[in-house]
C-alpha cells in the first residue's frame, strides 16, 4: 500500500485556566502518517507522533493522536493528540486550524487550541503557531512517500 508522511513543529503559548495570568510556553514536534492512501482519500486522517512541552506541565513527552486533513471539502484541520503530564497524569490536546481565503496564511499557520485532563475537564486554553519563515523549507523536504506491505515484510533495521 502507498501512503505519505510530513513532519511539523508548532509554537507558542498557553494558560491555565486556575492561572489565567500567567502565560507558558508550548511545543510540539510531530510526525503525521497515513499509512494507506485509499484509506486516507476516505476518512481524512493522518496518526501523529511526536513530542510535546508544554511548561510547568509536559516536559518532552510523547504524544499521539490523529490531525483530520478536511482542508478541501470543510476547510479545517483538526488536531488531536493525548500525552502523559511530568506529574502522570493523562492529558489531551485538541486544536483546529480553519481555513479563510481572506487571510489563508494567517488561518493556516495559528492553531488555537485546548487542553483537558484525564476526566476530560478544560484546565488551559493555547495558540500554537507554525513559523513560515524558519520552518517552512524544512515542512516542505519532510513530505515522503511511504509503502506499507502489511506486515508481510520486514521493515529497514528490524529483524
Not at 24 to 33: E, T
Request: hydrophobic share 40%.
Amino acid at each position: 500500500m502507498i501512503g505519505f508522511s510530513f513532519r511539523e513543529t508548532m509554537r507558542g503559548r498557553f494558560f491555565l485556566l486556575s492561572d489565567p495570568l500567567v502565560e507558558r510556553k508550548l511545543s510540539f514536534s510531530l510526525v503525521a502518517q497515513a499509512d494507506q492512501l485509499r484509506r486516507f482519500l476516505v476518512d481524512k486522517t493522518c496518526h501523529i507522533s511526536g513530542h510535546v512541552t508544554a511548561e510547568g506541565l509536559a516536559t518532552e513527552r510523547p504524544l499521539v493522536g490523529t490531525l483530520k486533513l478536511l482542508l478541501l471539502n470543510e476547510r479545517r484541520l483538526p488536531y488531536r493528540f493525548s500525552f502523559t503530564g511530568d506529574d502522570g497524569k493523562p492529558y489531551a490536546f485538541v486544536g483546529q486550524k480553519e481555513f479563510s481565503p481572506l487571510a489563508p496564511i494567517q488561518t493556516m499557520t495559528e492553531l488555537p487550541a485546548y487542553l483537558y485532563d484525564g476526566a476530560d475537564a478544560e484546565i488551559a486554553r493555547a495558540k500554537v503557531h507554525f513559523d513560515v519563515a524558519n520552518d517552512l523549507g524544512r515542512f516542505v523536504r519532510s513530505f515522503r512517500p511511504g509503502f506499507s506491505f502489511g506486515g508481510l515484510w520486514p521493515q529497514k533495521g528490524r529483524a
